[in-house]
């Protein structure tokens, strides 16, 4: 899909933004949880007039960013020595390098317990540590997704074609036109419910691909709560 770039100006502020035409009589103007704006427009609408709507939403499109750019990953610098505090599920895990011949990442009463014969390699620590966060990633989003799609009615109707964990710079996850679900690997360090939150936000994206209105009007009816998980996330996350 061939995406144009354009930008507007907002004051002292400037707009970028991507406009993705499609067979459509209208405009739609949506703001990704990465923040992003991207306008879907008909085939043969002018520049000029795609500028102008935005021009005419730049309070609201400004809104809609900075509701999601407190949400944002953002990735504290870890050394991966002994002592330091990590996350996983919610809770604060301690850090501990044991010399061993064999190499192994487990939890051990407040411990995330690291076995490996090159103690003294931070980077190789580092290594293990993200091959096992990326392990338990895999199986819990997957018992979760399994969870949450019991939100639903019509639990299939809303069940993804596939499932990624990905280390991601700019968001907790996505669900692509192809209905793949897409998760940040750094989301097995937040709570259950913030797990819960964000796969649940993707899901509704099946039945409804932007955020508009009709979009939090199903998030709203399947987690009400969702507001409340959502801050959870980001107090736990930042």
Known sequence: M????????????????????????TLEIA??????????????AQLAAIEEKVRKRAAW????????????????DRQYVAGETHLYLGRQYRLKVVPHVQTTV????????????????AEMTRELVEAWYRKRAHVKFVERLEVNLLR??????????????RQLRQRWGSMSSASRLLLNR????????AIDYVITHE??????????????????????????????LEQKMA
């Open 2 to 25: 061939k995406m144009e770039r354009h930008s507007v100006r907002h004051g002292e502020h400037r707009i970028d933004f991507s406009i993705v035409r499609r067979d459509r009589t």
């Open 152 to 165: 639903f009615p019509v639990p299939n109707d809303f069940r993804p074609k596939g499932l990624i964990v």
């Open 203 to 232: 899901l509704c994206h099946i039945a409804v691909p932007h955020h508009g209105p009709e979009f939090f009007e199903l998030l709203e009816r399947v987690l009400p709560d969702w507001e409340k998980r959502k801050h959870r």
């Open 186 to 193: 750094r989301l097995i360090e937040a709570p259950i419910d």
């Open 61 to 76: 499109i400004r809104r809609q960013q900075r509701y999601f750019v407190q949400f944002l990953p953002r990735t504290p």
């Open 106 to 121: 487990k939890l051990v009463r407040g411990f995330i317990v690291v076995q490996t014969h090159r103690p003294e390699r």
């Open 31 to 44: 703001v990704e949880p990465d923040a992003s704006v991207v306008v879907a427009a008909p085939q043969d």
